[in-house]
């Protein structure tokens, strides 16, 4: 009974949102081991579960949307940067590791969720490579200034498309030519979030003390999208992400929003979950998120 009325008075505040991006069926907390107190989620592509990373290890775990156990995927792995093949069968994310002097230095992973196993698309360096996976499922590395294309299998592939990363606070860019440079749409600030929309035609970013912006993929047509932290496609036309608040200390409130790239912003959950880190699946029905004090939620959309 309690779960019952949860979704309903989480929907209704999804549908008394002054402006409608999308449509809330309802909102659930996911059944999980106390002992997971999740930080970032993120979606399978069929909207089935999610791969995500913890408030208390380094590791990445595989989690049913269902509920249920977790199962390890990686014993070391960021959730931020995490990207699946269109099958929902692999991911590829960023991993470190720390040697003896307290250096850290990252790679780009793979791993095979039906067989579990792995391997490493990059070497270990001190600054990560970025990469771009596309709906049709091309892998794109940009490593130190070098540019290349494969199939989850490895096999390479005719086309690919840009990869954008952080660089020193740059939002930078490297295309399939093998040219890396700083686009930097609104020149030289502290740029977050970045990424490619599903179609590659446009990124979305955050930049620190002015807000969540989409340009082209040349950096041109900048459009300003409001107040969201931690944005992620919705589409190609839309992007979800977190409206939060702080006392400086920790999160006192926070709600999940989409917004549409004229800039309508739509709030989907009520502040009081403290949702944050969404993510959606490829076919636009299901939306994860982590609440500021470790639970994992689920949107599902009409």
Not at 36 to 55: H, K
Not at 92 to 100: E, G, M
Not at 101 to 121: C, F, M
Request: net charge positive; glycine share 10%.
């Amino acid at each position: 009974m309690k779960k019952a009325f949860l979704t309903l008075a989480l929907a209704a505040v999804a549908a008394g949102a002054s402006g409608q991006v999308v449509q809330v069926a309802s909102v659930e907390k996911v059944s999980l081991p106390q002992e997971i107190a999740v930080n970032i989620p993120r979606v399978s592509p069929d909207g089935s579960f999610v791969v995500l990373s913890t408030n208390t290890d380094n590791a990445l775990y595989r989690v049913s949307l269902a509920g249920g156990s977790p199962e390890l995927v990686a014993t070391s792995g960021s959730a931020l940067e995490l990207a699946f093949s269109p099958d929902s069968k692999a991911v590829v994310f960023k991993s470190s590791t720390t040697d003896r002097n307290r250096l850290r230095y990252y790679h780009v992973q793979s791993v095979d969720l039906e067989k579990g196993t792995s391997r490493a698309l990059t070497s270990k360096k001190r600054h990560c490579a970025s990469f771009s996976v596309s709906p049709a499922g091309q892998l794109s590395l940009a490593d130190g200034g070098k540019f290349s294309a494969r199939s989850f299998s490895g096999a390479k592939v005719k086309s690919a498309r840009p990869v954008v990363g952080i660089n020193r606070g740059h939002l930078e860019i490297t295309t399939p030519d093998g040219r890396t440079r700083n686009l930097d749409p609104q020149g030289r600030g502290s740029y977050l979030w970045p990424s490619v929309s599903p179609d590659g035609t446009k990124i979305v970013y955050y930049l620190s003390g002015h807000g969540c912006y989409v340009c082209d993929i040349d950096g041109s047509n900048v459009r300003e999208l409001g107040f969201v932290h931690a944005p992620q496609w919705l589409g190609d036309n839309a992007v979800i992400g977190c409206q939060d608040q702080d006392n400086g200390v920790y999160v006192t409130s926070s709600s999940i929003v989409a917004a549409d790239l004229d800039g309508t912003i739509q709030t989907l959950t009520d502040p009081s979950l403290l949702g944050m880190n969404p993510s959606a699946s490829a076919d636009g029905k299901t939306i994860a998120f982590a609440s500021a004090d470790g639970k994992l939620y689920r949107i599902n959309l009409k």
